[in-house]
C-alpha cells in the first residue's frame, strides 16, 4: 500500500510506501527489545546507584533545595525524576529502575526512525548501517552500561531526537509548547540539554518550520534565564579543575595533576578538551581525551579492535564527505531536503556538544552527537543508494558493495561488542554486591544508618538472589571492540 505525494530525492514528500514504514518500525522495535532483554541482566550498580539512592529518602523540598544549590551544577530535575521513582517503586528498586531504562531505550530507537523517516524499502535497506553505527559508536556504550540508577544522559538524548522531530515536522498548534517543556526539562536534567536549543535554531537557520518564529523566541529567552539562574541568581556556576579527572595525551590526569598543570591559566585544557571530543565522534580517538590507537602505534601493540573502530569511523566520514560534496551547490542555494537538515544538524550538534564538553572529557556526554551522527549515516545511506545508476558497471558496483559491506561489518562488530560489554558488566557489578562489605570497611561506601544498611541488604539481594547474573554470552568476535 502507498501514499501518494510530490516527489523529492530525499524522501521528504515522496511517495509513501505504508508496508515499508511499518517493517521499519518492526525492525526498530525488534532492536529495542534486544537491547532491553539484555539491560535486565543488570542490577542496579554500587558505584554512584548505590550513593545517590541513599540521598532520595529526604523530603522533596530539602532534596530539590540541596541540588539547585549545588556548586558546579544545575541538575534539580536529575534529581527529581530520580525521586518520583524511588518513591513509586515502593521498595521494587530494580523493576522500576531498570524498567526506566529499557523504557528510555526503546522511546529512543523509536524517535531514532521517525527522525530518519523511512518511506520506502530502499530506506529500509539503510537501517543495518543506522542501527550500528546507533548502538556501535562509543558514546552509546555509558547510556545503557551505567545508570545513576536512571541513566539521564540517555533521558537527555531522547529528548534531544523528540525536539529534532518537532523541530523537522510540519508546525502543529501545540508544537512549540512541547518544544518549550523540552528544553526546560532538559537543560534542568543536565548540562547538555541546552542542545534542545542548538537543535530548534539550527532546524528554523536550515529552512524547518516545526517550531514558529515566537516559539524560538521563547526558547531564546528561556536561554538567556537559564544563564542568568545559573551564575547570577543562584551562583551555581560550572565545574572546576577539581571536579574530576580527565583524559590528556595518552592518560588520564587527576585534580591535583589538572591544578598544578592548568591552574594558573585553562584555557588550553579546555580548548584541548573541546578539539578531542569533536575528533572522538568522527574517528572514534581520542576516547575521553586519551589518543589511545597512536599510542598503541607507537609502542607497536595496535589491536585488532582497534583497526576495526578505525575502519568503522573513516568509512562512514567518507560517506559523510561525499554527501556533503554532492549537496553542497544546494546548501549554498539554500535548498534543503530532509536528509540535508539531518547530516547539517549533526555538524551543529557535533560542534555545540564538544563545546559544551569543555570542562571535562567523557564519552557518554557526547551521546546527543552519536546519535545523530547514526541519523546522518543513514541520511547519506539514503542519498547513496538513490544516486545509484541503473547502468553502473559491474567492476564499480562490485566495488562499491564491498566498500559498503567492510564499513556495514566494521560497524556491526562495534555493535556486537557493546552486548558482550553488557553481560561483563551484569557480572563485575555483582561481583561488586558479593564483596560490599569489604567497601565498607575500607570506606569506599559509607552505609552509616539503619536505613542505608536495610537499603544496601535489599539491593544486594536483588542482585545476588532475585535478579541472578545472565549466561555468558558466546557470539562471536563479541570481544573484538569495545574496553
Known amino acids: 500500500m502507498t501514499a501518494a505525494g510530490p516527489a523529492s530525492r530525499s524522501g521528504e514528500t515522496r511517495r509513501v510506501d505504508v508496508a515499508a514504514t511499518w517493517t521499519a518500525y518492526v525492525v526498530a522495535l525488534l532492536v ?41 551544577f ?26 526506566i531504562h529499557v523504557l528510555q531505550v526503546m522511546a529512543l530507537i523509536a524517535l531514532f526512525v521517525a527522525l530518519f523517516r523511512p518511506r520506502s524499502w530502499r530506506d529500509v535497506a539503510c537501517l543495518p548501517l543506522a542501527f550500528t553505527v546507533l548502538l556501535g559508536i562509543h558514546t552509546f556504550v555509558g547510556h545503557v552500561t551505567e545508570a545513576f540508577p536512571t541513566n539521564m544522559y540517555l533521558t537527555v538524548v531522547v529528548l534531544c531526537v523528540a525536539a529534532a ?13 512541547l518544544v518549550v517543556v523540552l528544553f526546560v526539562v532538559a537543560t534542568l536534567t543536565l548540562e547538555t540539554g541546552l542542545l534542545v536549543w542548538v537543535i530548534s535554531i539550527g532546524a528554523a537557520l536550515m529552512g524547518a518550520r516545526g517550531i514558529s518564529k515566537p516559539g524560538l523566541a521563547l526558547l531564546t529567552l528561556l536561554l538567556g534565564a537559564y544563564f542568568y539562574a545559573r551564575f547570577m541568581l543562584l551562583g551555581v556556576g560550572s565545574p572546576n579543575l577539581l571536579e574530576r579527572s580527565s583524559g590528556f595525551g595518552f592518560g588520564i590526569l587527576d585534580p591535583p595533576e589538572l591544578i598544578e598543570r592548568f591552574g594558573a591559566n585553562p584555557l588550553p585544557f579546555y580548548l584541548y578538551n573541546v578539539v578531542t571530543q569533536f575528533l572522538s565522534v568522527l574517528l572514534s580517538e581520542p576516547r575521553a581525551g586519551v589518543f589511545r590507537v597512536v599510542h598503541a602505534v607507537s609502542e607497536g601493540n595496535l589491536r585488532s579492535g582497534q583497526i576495526a573502530e578505525a575502519v568503522a569511523s573513516l568509512g562512514l566520514l567518507a560517506l559523510l564527505v561525499w554527501f556533503a560534496w554532492q549537496r553542497g551547490p544546494a546548501w549554498l542555494a539554500r535548498r534543503f ?11 551543529t550538534v557535533l560542534a555545540a556538544n564538544a563545546v559544551i564538553s569543555y570542562p571535562y572529557t567523557k564519552e557518554v556526554i557526547l551521546g546527543p552527537a552519536g546519535v545523530f551522527l547514526a541519523a546522518a549515516a543513514a541520511a547519506s545511506t539514503r542519498q547513496l543508494l538513490a544516486e545509484l545508476p541503473a547502468s553502473l558497471p559491474a567492476v564499480r558496483a562490485v566495488a562499491l558493495v564491498a566498500v559498503i559491506a567492510i564499513v556495514t561489518s566494521a560497524w556491526s562488530l562495534r555493535a556486537i561488542g557493546l552486548f558482550g560489554q553488557l553481560r ?17 570497611v575500607d570506606g569506599a561506601v559509607h552505609v552509616s544508618t539503619p536505613e542505608a544498611q536495610a537499603l544496601m541488604e535489599t539491593l544486594r539481594h536483588d542482585a545476588l538472589i532475585a535478579h541472578p547474573a545472565p549466561p555468558p554470552l558466546a557470539l562471536p568476535f563479541h570481544r573484538l571492540v569495545g574496553d
Open 74 to 99: 544545575l541538575r534539580p530535575l536529575l534529581w527529581g525524576e530520580l525521586k518520583l521513582v524511588y518513591d513509586l517503586s515502593a521498595g521494587a528498586y530494580t523493576t522500576w529502575f531498570r524498567g
Open 424 to 440: 561483563d558488566v551484569a557480572v563485575r557489578e555483582r561481583i561488586d554486591w558479593a564483596y560490599i562489605e569489604l567497601d565498607v
Open 337 to 347: 531536503e530532509h536528509d540535508d537538515r539531518l547530516v547539517l544538524l549533526f555538524g
Open 165 to 177: 522531530v518537532v523541530a523537522l515536522a510540519p508546525h502543529r498548534w501545540w508544537s512549540d509548547a
Open 32 to 72: 529495542a527489545v534486544t537491547l532491553g532483554h539484555f539491560l535486565f541482566g543488570l542490577p542496579i550498580q554500587v558505584s554512584d546507584s548505590f550513593g545517590n539512592l541513599l540521598q532520595l529518602s529526604i523530603s522533596w523540598s530539602e532534596l530539590l533545595h540541596q541540588k539547585f544549590m549545588q556548586p558546579g
